[in-house]
C-alpha cells in the first residue's frame, strides 16, 4: 500500500472514526483503525462491534493494499504532522506502516487487516431519506433521556418508529420520557419498528455535520443492525433486543394546572437552584401560585435547599391555567428539557404532587417531555 492524502483530511477522517475505537476489549486489533486503499479513496474505519464508523477520504492511490494501525499512536501522530501531504507505505511482511510528512519520518507497528471485523458497505437502495438538520433535531431532543443503567439495556436505546411520512423518536429512563415527532419528505413503503442505541445517535449528531445535507437510514432485513450513511461517512449500529415500553401509557391524557412560562427565564432560575440542589438529590419545589388580586401576575417559585451550602429561592412570571399546586421534580432532569425546547415559551402541565408533570413548547405540537415527581 502507498498512498498520498492531505494532513488536514487525514486528521479530520481519524478525528471521526476514532469514537468507535474500542477502549475495554481483549481483541488488539479492535484498538486499531482500518486503513484500506482502493478505487480511488483511502477507507477509514474502527469497531467496537456494537458501533462502526467509516469514513472514505480521497487521496492519491499508487499501490492498493491495507492495514491497521494503533488509532491512538496513528491519530496523535497525524494531528502534530504539518499541514502538508502525507506518504504512507505498508511493508506488508513486517506489517510496518512508514508516516512521512515534509522532514517527519515515522514507522508505526500494525496488524494484518484480515483480522479486523469485517464492516459492511451496504448498497443503500431502498433507504429512508432523512434531512440532517431535523433528524440532528430529533436526537438532541430526546437520546439525552436515555438510560445509562446497562442492567435495563432497551432503556439505553432510543425507539424510533417511522410509517409513512411520520418518525416518531422516543427515550425514556423510568424517570423521565422524551417524545419527539416530525413529517418526512417521502413516505416508506413498509413501517420501522427499531431501537438504537442512544451513543449510537450522539455519535451520529457528531458527526453528520450541518446543513441541508441528507442522511440515508436503512434497516437490512434479518441482521439486527440500522445503516446510516451521509456524504463520504458511514455509521452502522447493533439494534437493541427486546420490547419498548408503551410510552402513551406514561403520558398523562389531562391536567389540572398550566402554567405558561418564558423558556429562557425558566432555564435560568433552574441553572441557579440545580447548584444548590446538586449537594443532595438534586430536588427543586415548583410553587405554582395563581394571582392573588386581578393586578397581580400569576407566578412559578422555583427553591433548593442545602443544608452545607444554603438555599435559592427564584420568582419567575407565569401564567396560570387551573389550581396553584406545589410539586418537586429532579431540577437537573429539568434543565436538561428546558435546553432542548426551541420556543420562546413553554407550557408546564401538572396534576398533583404526585403525578407526573409535561413540558411542551408553546406553539410546536411535535416534542413533549414526561418529568416524574419527588418526594418534596
Do not use: Y
Given at each position: 500500500m502507498?498512498?498520498?492524502?492531505?494532513?488536514?483530511?487525514?486528521?479530520?477522517?481519524?478525528?471521526?472514526?476514532?469514537?468507535?475505537?474500542?477502549?475495554?476489549?481483549?481483541?488488539?486489533?479492535?484498538?486499531?483503525?482500518?486503513?484500506?486503499?482502493?478505487?480511488?479513496?483511502?477507507?477509514?474505519?474502527?469497531?467496537?462491534?456494537?458501533?462502526?464508523?467509516?469514513?472514505?477520504?480521497?487521496?492519491?492511490?499508487?499501490?492498493?493494499?491495507?492495514?491497521?494501525?494503533?488509532?491512538?499512536?496513528?491519530?496523535?501522530?497525524?494531528?502534530?504532522?504539518p499541514a502538508d501531504q502525507v506518504q504512507l507505505s505498508l511493508d506488508s511482511k513486517t506489517q510496518s506502516l512508514n508516516v512521512k510528512s515534509g522532514s517527519s519520518n515515522n514507522d508505526i507497528k500494525c496488524l494484518d487487516a484480515n483480522d479486523f471485523p469485517p464492516i459492511p458497505v451496504q448498497n443503500l437502495e431502498g433507504a429512508v431519506q432523512l434531512n440532517v438538520a431535523d433528524f440532528k433535531g430529533m436526537i438532541q431532543q430526546v437520546a439525552f433521556a436515555a438510560s445509562t443503567d446497562e442492567a435495563r439495556p432497551v432503556l439505553m436505546g432510543v425507539l424510533l418508529n417511522v410509517e409513512k411520512d411520520r418518525a416518531t423518536m422516543v427515550a425514556a429512563d423510568g424517570f423521565r420520557l422524551s417524545v419527539r415527532k416530525a413529517t418526512l419528505k417521502t413516505s416508506v413503503p413498509q413501517p420501522i419498528n427499531v431501537i438504537i442505541p442512544a451513543r449510537a445517535l450522539h455519535e451520529l449528531a457528531r458527526i453528520a455535520g450541518d446543513g441541508d445535507e441528507t442522511i440515508h437510514m436503512l434497516v437490512p432485513k434479518g441482521r439486527g443492525q440500522v445503516i446510516f450513511r451521509v456524504k463520504d461517512i458511514q455509521l452502522v449500529a447493533q439494534l437493541v433486543d427486546g420490547t419498548f415500553p408503551d410510552y402513551q401509557q406514561i403520558i398523562p391524557r389531562g391536567y389540572k394546572s398550566r402554567t405558561l412560562v418564558s423558556t429562557a427565564a425558566l432555564l435560568k432560575a433552574c441553572r441557579q437552584a440545580e447548584i444548590f440542589a446538586r449537594e443532595g438529590l438534586n430536588v427543586a419545589r415548583i410553587d405554582i401560585r395563581q394571582a392573588k388580586g386581578e393586578m397581580q401576575p400569576s407566578e412559578l417559585e422555583i427553591s433548593a435547599v442545602s443544608e452545607e451550602t444554603g438555599k435559592n429561592e427564584t420568582i419567575v412570571e407565569a401564567t396560570v391555567d387551573g389550581i396553584g399546586l406545589l410539586i418537586a421534580f429532579n431540577v437537573k432532569f429539568l434543565r436538561e428539557a428546558l435546553e432542548v425546547v426551541q420556543t420562546p415559551n413553554v407550557a408546564l402541565e401538572t396534576s398533583a404532587p404526585n403525578a407526573p408533570g409535561v413540558l411542551k413548547p408553546v406553539g410546536d405540537e411535535d416534542f413533549l417531555h414526561v418529568i416524574m415527581p419527588m418526594h418534596v
Open positions: 502507498k498512498v498520498t492524502v492531505p494532513q488536514e483530511n487525514l486528521a479530520r477522517g481519524l478525528n471521526i472514526v476514532s469514537r468507535a475505537v474500542s477502549s475495554r476489549s481483549t481483541l488488539p486489533v479492535l484498538g486499531n483503525i482500518l486503513i484500506e486503499a482502493e478505487d480511488g479513496s483511502v477507507r477509514l474505519a474502527a469497531t467496537n462491534l456494537e458501533l462502526s464508523i467509516t469514513c472514505w477520504i480521497g487521496g492519491k492511490i499508487s499501490e492498493k493494499g491495507s492495514t491497521t494501525v494503533p488509532a491512538r499512536t496513528f491519530a496523535d501522530l497525524v494531528s502534530a504532522l
